[in-house]
């Protein structure tokens, strides 16, 4: 990535001790989405690192992984699909429980999301211990598609998280 790039995005992610919980240090992606030109910088910067995935569909987690995966697809003229928490989508779907680095949680897809064959790009704001990306990645594989990679704006590279994700393809614009 371009330096200048890796400063404007770096200079946007602001730190948070102790949330959710004590002991954790909380990367908040909030300053870089208020600063549309850093925004842009960083939309531009996962588009270009995506070439040569060939992604049918974006998959974002909620929350944040909705942001920037829609805008991701939108920039790479791609479907988006979310991968929401238990209990919020309406329709016949799937679901993928798995632990958070801080507790558990439960993803769901619709059932119709992903077509078979179909190839994913997941996208969310941070990449951690892995869980909530491998969780997508199952929900993808129990509906058929492809997982072609994953996109991240942040990586937390302590805490091993692209070691859970196999031989797939990580892209992390900014590492800690």
Do not use: W
């Not at 870089?32 to 060939?54: F, M, P």
């Not at 991968?83 to 059932?111: C, F, I, N």
Request: aromatic share 6%; proline share 3%; with cysteine.
């Amino acid at each position: 990535m371009d330096p200048v790039a890796e400063e404007v995005i770096r200079s946007r992610i602001r730190d948070i001790p102790d949330y959710p919980k004590k002991g954790i240090l909380f990367k908040d992606i909030t300053p870089l989405l208020k600063d549309r030109n850093a925004l842009a910088v960083c939309i531009n910067e996962l588009a270009k690192a995506a070439v040569g995935l060939d992604a049918d569909y974006i998959v974002g987690t909620e929350s944040r992984g909705f942001i920037i995966g829609a805008a991701l697809a939108y920039r790479l003229n791609v479907g988006f699909v979310p991968a929401r928490k238990q209990g919020r989508l309406p329709y016949d779907k799937v679901s993928r429980t798995y632990d958070l680095e801080y507790g558990t949680a439960t993803l769901e897809m619709h059932r119709d999301a992903v077509e078979r064959g179909s190839r994913v790009l997941i996208v969310d704001d941070l990449l951690a211990t892995g869980g909530t990306a491998r969780a997508t990645a199952d929900l993808v594989g129990d509906l058929g598609g492809k997982v072609t990679g994953f996109a991240f704006v942040v990586e937390l590279a302590g805490l091993g998280g692209r070691e859970r994700l196999g031989g797939s393809r990580v892209i992390s614009l900014i590492r800690y």
